[in-house]
């Protein structure tokens, strides 16, 4: 087996190599890194995953990892975001009633909903990096083409399908970036991924502040007005497409995955990068000859991966991606799978369902008096203008936005003392709160400050439930379950821009105090998951 020449070696992506097919099955040889078993003494031992991410140290690596896989979280945020601040404008010249309106922001969440078990289920089967490639090239590409559609319903079919590419990239990212954290600081880098949303709903807010209000910002193109708000919406694919060409140039597979189909050797070259990254100007070695695999556990996980090769008709295929949820629903995994769908349709349902509606019910308060009782006046589509633009509306936003900031810092501070399943509680019980405290307000500037209040913590419980959610199941089907209750959110996420569409204009009590009441049961669901404070990933 031959060693990589000099040119070669300086043409190996920055962060990681190009590791072989799974479906090869290891038969390809693998490349040595300058580090590889040929220049280690024989007396080093060998180690179990869990060990060898403790040895591979904290640092740079972690760093720069954290950089690049929290800007394809904050991409993923303005993508989905970026509708709910266009709509003001976007409405005129597309025409929209309020029930169109809720059509179009659940649009990207019925993607989100096909695409999230979809692209979970190839994760653990294909690999995340490969996966999250292709998901955020989905969602950048058909994010861009968006802005050119001229009727509401291409605009919703392409939003659509933006949807179903961000469906991929929010629970394989978590997985993903998991599996390379030692077990002592994994809540707290999980929960600094999560503060990545934040600044993504921070960009998108400050670009519609920004881009949206030019109006001279268009081009006439014969058939058609290529608006400010699709400029906008241009801008919002670009985090995406960026995120994309980064994992496709610099990012190495995950090693836990690598090690669960079978490959040591690459995963031990990532260790040894790692290692490598967060002890520079060491000249000491990777202190391991190998990998311990248990191999009974280990041909247990790659067995789906063999009936690949098994499954030629469709019922076979759909029964072998089926296959992980069942496992979902049997114990001992049974009572937390039922505690997560609950508290994934809770949150879903009452942060989407209210968030996707603040710029239109900011921009309905703007005469003052609370949301709620200008919002059950019918608005008159013909009579109102969306020219010129109320630059308040995304002001309001972007404070909105921010008010993010304490939570998330809270969360990376408390994190791994509190442990995750008392933070989800105890801030869904605060979210409900302040939910059913935007309904009993009475004045514009009292309904901003406890929209900000629900902001700041809601935060705190999605956080903590990525970090729950990621520490509850193995690897085999870490990305399968947060794909599936992901794609559970998403279908409460479309019934609640449904649900405030249809109520918004004339019973705005209704979908509030159901938000409120759902945030209530998503804390007491809460309570009956384990705890998983500091645990071994399996």
Same mark, same amino acid.
């Given at each position: 087996?031959?060693?990589?020449?000099?040119?070669?070696?300086?043409?190996?992506? *920055?962060?990681?190599?190009?590791?072989?097919?799974?479906d =090869?099955?290891?038969?390809?040889?693998?490349?040595?890194?300058?580090?590889?078993?040929?220049?280690?003494?024989?007396?080093?031992?060998?180690?179990?995953?869990?060990?060898?991410?403790?040895?591979?140290?904290?640092?740079?690596? $972690?760093? +720069? +990892?954290?950089?690049?896989?929290?800007?394809?979280?904050?991409? /993923?945020?303005?993508?989905?975001?970026?509708?709910?601040?266009l709509?003001?404008?976007?409405?005129?010249?597309?025409?929209?009633?309020?029930?169109?309106?809720?059509?179009?922001?659940?649009s990207?969440?019925?993607?989100?909903?096909?695409?999230?078990? #979809?692209?979970?289920?190839?994760?653990?089967?294909?690999?995340?990096?490969?996966?999250?490639?292709?998901?955020?090239? &989905?969602?950048?590409?058909?994010?861009?083409?968006a802005?050119?559609?001229?009727?509401?319903?291409?605009?919703?079919? +392409?939003?659509? *399908? =933006?949807?179903?590419?961000?469906?991929?990239?929010?629970?394989?990212?978590?997985?993903?970036?998991?599996?390379?954290q @030692?077990?002592?600081?994994?809540?707290? #880098?999980?929960s600094?991924?999560?503060?990545?949303?934040?600044?993504?709903?921070?960009?998108?807010?400050?670009?519609?502040?920004?881009v949206?209000?030019?109006?001279?910002l $268009?081009?006439?193109?014969?058939?058609?007005?290529?608006?400010?708000?699709? &400029?906008?919406?241009?801008?919002?694919?670009?985090?995406?497409?960026?995120?994309?060409?980064?994992?496709?140039?610099?990012?190495?597979?995950?090693?836990?995955?690598l090690?669960?189909?079978?490959?040591?050797?690459?995963?031990?070259? !990532?260790?040894?990068?790692?290692?490598k990254?967060? $002890?520079?100007?060491?000249?000491?070695?990777?202190?391991?000859?190998?990998?311990?695999?248990?191999?009974?556990?280990?041909? /247990?996980?790659?067995?789906? *991966?063999?009936?690949?090769?098994?499954?030629? $008709?469709?019922?076979?295929?759909?029964?072998?991606?089926?296959?992980?949820?069942?496992?979902?629903? &049997?114990r001992?995994?049974?009572?937390?799978?039922?505690?997560?769908?609950?508290?994934?349709?809770?949150?879903?349902?009452?942060?989407?369902?209210?968030?996707?509606?603040?710029?239109?019910?900011?921009?309905?308060?703007?005469?003052?008096?609370?949301?709620?009782?200008? #919002?059950?006046?019918?608005?008159?589509?013909?009579?109102?203008?969306?020219?010129?633009?109320?630059?308040?509306?995304?002001?309001?936003?972007?404070?909105?936005?921010?008010?993010?900031? @304490?939570?998330?810092?809270?969360?990376?501070?408390? #994190?791994?003392?509190?442990?995750?399943?008392?933070?989800?509680?105890?801030?869904?019980?605060?979210?409900? +709160?302040?939910?059913?405290?935007?309904?009993? !307000?009475?004045?514009?500037?009292?309904?901003?400050?406890?929209?900000?209040v629900?902001?700041?913590?809601?935060?705190?419980?999605?956080?903590?439930?990525?970090?729950?959610?990621?520490?509850?199941?193995?690897?085999?089907?870490?990305?399968?379950?947060?794909?599936?209750?992901?794609?559970?959110?998403?279908?409460?996420?479309?019934?609640?821009?449904?649900?405030?569409g249809q109520?918004?204009?004339?019973?705005?009590?209704?979908?509030?105090?159901?938000?409120?009441?759902?945030?209530?049961?998503?804390?007491?669901?809460a309570?009956?998951l384990?705890?998983?404070?500091?645990?071994?990933?399996t």
């Amino acid at each position: 087996m031959s060693r990589r020449s000099e040119g070669d070696e300086a043409r190996r992506p *920055l962060l990681g190599f190009r590791s072989e097919d799974p479906d =090869s099955g290891g038969d390809a040889p693998s490349e040595k890194s300058p580090d590889s078993t040929d220049d280690r003494s024989d007396d080093q031992p060998k180690l179990s995953y869990e060990e060898a991410v403790e040895e591979a140290g904290f640092g740079l690596f $972690h760093g +720069l +990892l954290l950089l690049v896989c929290g800007w394809a979280n904050a991409s /993923d945020a303005v993508e989905i975001l970026c509708v709910s601040f266009l709509l003001p404008t976007a409405r005129c010249d597309l025409q929209l009633s309020s029930a169109d309106m809720g059509l179009l922001t659940a649009s990207i969440f019925l993607g989100m909903m096909l695409g999230g078990y #979809m692209w979970g289920y190839l994760a653990d089967q294909r690999g995340r990096q490969r996966v999250l490639v292709i998901s955020l090239t &989905v969602n950048g590409t058909f994010g861009a083409v968006a802005s050119l559609a001229p009727s509401f319903w291409l605009f919703l079919l +392409l939003r659509f *399908l =933006s949807g179903v590419g961000v469906g991929g990239s929010i629970p394989v990212i978590f997985s993903y970036f998991s599996e390379f954290q @030692p077990k002592l600081r994994r809540g707290a #880098m999980i929960s600094a991924l999560a503060t990545f949303w934040m600044a993504g709903n921070i960009l998108a807010a400050g670009a519609a502040w920004l881009v949206i209000p030019r109006t001279f910002l $268009h081009v006439e193109l014969g058939w058609l007005d290529f608006q400010s708000w699709r &400029v906008f919406v241009v801008l919002c694919s670009i985090p995406s497409l960026t995120s994309a060409f980064i994992f496709s140039l610099a990012m190495p597979e995950s090693p836990r995955f690598l090690i669960q189909v079978g490959m040591e050797e690459e995963a031990l070259t !990532v260790f040894q990068l790692m290692y490598k990254l967060n $002890h520079r100007g060491s000249c000491k070695p990777f202190p391991a000859s190998g990998l311990l695999v248990n191999r009974k556990d280990d041909e /247990d996980e790659v067995e789906p *991966l063999r009936m690949r090769g098994c499954c030629e $008709h469709l019922t076979c295929f759909f029964k072998q991606g089926l296959a992980p949820i069942r496992q979902l629903f &049997v114990r001992p995994l049974l009572s937390r799978s039922i505690a997560l769908l609950i508290i994934n349709y809770c949150i879903s349902f009452g942060y989407y369902g209210l968030w996707m509606w603040f710029p239109e019910l900011f921009k309905r308060a703007e005469d003052g008096g609370s949301p709620c009782a200008n #919002m059950s006046q019918p608005q008159s589509q013909e009579n109102e203008s969306c020219y010129p633009v109320k630059t308040a509306v995304y002001m309001e936003g972007f404070v909105t936005a921010a008010s993010n900031l @304490p939570g998330n810092i809270f969360t990376i501070l408390l #994190m791994d003392v509190v442990g995750g399943k008392i933070l989800l509680a105890g801030s869904l019980l605060l979210s409900s +709160l302040s939910v059913f405290l935007i309904y009993v !307000v009475k004045t514009k500037s009292q309904s901003l400050l406890m929209s900000c209040v629900f902001s700041g913590v809601s935060v705190i419980s999605w956080n903590a439930l990525d970090v729950v959610g990621t520490e509850l199941y193995p690897t085999q089907l870490r990305s399968s379950a947060l794909g599936f209750f992901t794609g559970v959110g998403r279908v409460a996420a479309i019934m609640g821009n449904v649900v405030f569409g249809q109520l918004v204009d004339s019973n705005c009590a209704v979908p509030i105090l159901v938000v409120s009441a759902l945030l209530l049961a998503g804390g007491l669901a809460a309570l009956k998951l384990p705890p998983t404070k500091q645990t071994d990933l399996t």
